[in-house]
C-alpha cells in the first residue's frame, strides 16, 4: 500500500501547482488536462479516493480537495492572463485598424428620425433660400402670446396647455415654456427689417395628456417671409412645392380655413394620405398651419403693414415623421427604445 496518505497527496499537488511553469497555451492545456482532466487528471483521482478517508474526516479532505481544485483554476486564469498581455507588446504584426471580434460587434449608431425629418425639412427651405434661426424655449407671455394677438383671456394661455415656469402673479403675466415656436416669429422681427426669410425649427412644450398622439415636448418648424408684396398666393405655391419634395410630386394637399390669433387669413393644411385598407383608399391627414401675418403682429414689432405683408406657418415634426415613416404613436419617439431607433 502506498505510504503517503490522501492529505500528504494533496500538499504535494498543491506545490506541484504552485511551482508550475505555464508559459505557452499547449502548455496551459496540458497542465489542465493533468490536473483537472475528467478522465485522468490527478485532482479528479483523488476526489474519487475520498472513501478511503475516515468517515469522520471526509468533510475537511473535500475541502481541501476543493481548494486544490481552486488553486489549479486559478493557475491556469494567471497563466492565460500573462499569455495575453505579453501577447500584444510582442507581435509587431498587431493590425489596431480591424473591426472587434464577434461575439462583440461594433454597432453602428444613427441619426434618430425625427433629427433625419428634421434635417430633411431644413435642407428643402435652405434650397429655396430661407435662413435657419433658432429662438429661446423658456419666453416671456410678450413673446409667446401677446404680441401674437392672443388676447388677454385666450384659453391657449390657460394653465391647462401652457407649462409656467414662473407663473403669473394676479395682475401680470408669466414666464413659460414655450408653447409654439411662433414666438421666434416676433424675436426676428424685433431684431430685423423686412425683406425676412426664415424658418425656425424647435422643441416645444404643452401639459397635455399623453397618448399615441400628443406628448408634452414635441417638435414645430415655424417659417416667416415678411416683404412689400407677399401675397397668400406666394404661401400656397411655395408649401405646395415644400409638401412634394418631402412626400412626392403627385402630392395632393388642401387649404381649409382656419383661425389663429396672429394671422388673417389663415388655412390648416392637410395632405392625401393613400391608405387601400381604408374605406375611400385614404384620408386627409393634417400637416401645418398658415396664414397671412395679422397685421395687429407687425404692429407690434414696429413694421408699417401699410408697406409690409407677410406669410407664416408653422408645422409639427412628428406629424411628418408619423406620415412618412408610417409610425403610429408619437411616444415611440422618445423611449430611445434601439429595437425602434435602429429602423431608421
Ligand atoms: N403656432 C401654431 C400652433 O402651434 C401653428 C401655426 C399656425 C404657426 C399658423 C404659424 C401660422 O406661423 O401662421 O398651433
Redesign the pocket.
Known amino acids: 500500500m502506498d505510504t503517503m496518505t490522501l492529505r500528504d497527496e494533496i500538499d504535494a499537488l498543491s506545490q506541484e501547482i504552485e511551482a508550475a511553469d505555464l508559459p505557452s497555451a499547449d502548455e496551459i492545456e496540458a497542465f489542465r488536462i493533468r490536473t483537472l482532466g475528467r478522465k485522468s487528471g490527478a485532482i479528479t483521482a483523488l476526489f474519487g479516493r475520498i472513501t478511503e478517508v475516515e468517515p469522520s474526516e471526509r468533510g475537511k479532505t473535500g475541502q481541501a480537495l476543493n481548494a486544490l481544485k481552486q488553486q489549479a483554476e486559478a493557475r491556469i486564469e494567471l497563466a492565460q492572463a500573462a499569455l495575453t498581455s505579453s501577447d500584444g507588446a510582442e507581435r509587431t504584426d498587431l493590425d489596431l485598424t480591424l473591426p472587434g471580434r464577434v461575439p462583440a460587434p461594433v454597432e453602428p449608431g444613427s441619426l434618430h428620425p425625427l433629427t433625419q425629418t428634421l434635417e430633411e425639412i431644413k435642407g428643402i427651405f435652405r434650397h429655396f433660400g430661407f435662413d435657419v434661426a433658432e429662438g429661446p424655449e423658456i419666453e416671456d407671455d410678450w413673446h409667446n402670446f401677446t404680441a401674437l394677438n392672443f388676447p388677454p383671456e385666450h384659453p391657449a394661455r390657460d394653465m391647462q396647455d401652457t407649462l409656467f415656469v414662473e407663473p403669473p402673479p394676479p395682475d401680470g403675466r408669466g414666464i413659460v415654456m414655450r408653447t ?1 415656436t ?1 414666438p421666434a416669429q416676433i424675436r426676428i422681427m424685433e431684431q430685423q427689417a423686412p425683406p425676412i426669410r426664415v424658418i425656425v425649427p424647435g422643441r416645444v412644450y404643452r401639459n397635455e395628456a399623453i397618448s399615441y398622439k400628443s406628448y408634452c415636448l414635441f417638435h ?1 418648424i ?1 417659417g416667416l417671409v415678411v416683404d412689400e408684396h407677399a401675397t397668400f398666393a406666394d404661401l400656397k405655391e411655395m408649401l405646395h412645392v415644400f409638401a412634394q419634395a418631402l412626400f412626392g410630386d403627385d402630392v395632393k394637399m388642401r387649404f381649409r380655413p382656419s383661425f ?1 390669433p ?2 388673417e387669413p ?1 388655412a390648416e393644411v392637410d395632405i392625401w394620405w393613400a391608405d387601400e385598407t381604408i374605406e375611400g383608399g385614404g384620408r386627409w391627414m393634417e400637416i401645418l ?3 397671412m401675418v395679422d397685421p395687429n403682429v407687425l404692429e407690434a414689432v414696429d413694421i408699417d403693414p401699410e408697406r409690409y405683408t407677410g406669410y ?3 408645422m409639427g415634426v412628428e406629424r411628418m415623421a408619423m406620415l412618412k415613416y408610417g409610425v403610429d404613436d408619437i411616444r415611440l419617439f422618445y423611449e430611445n427604445d434601439t429595437r425602434f431607433l435602429k429602423q431608421f
Open positions: 409654439h411662433s414645430q415655424e389663429f396672429f394671422t389663415s398651419g398658415c396664414g407664416a406657418w408653422g
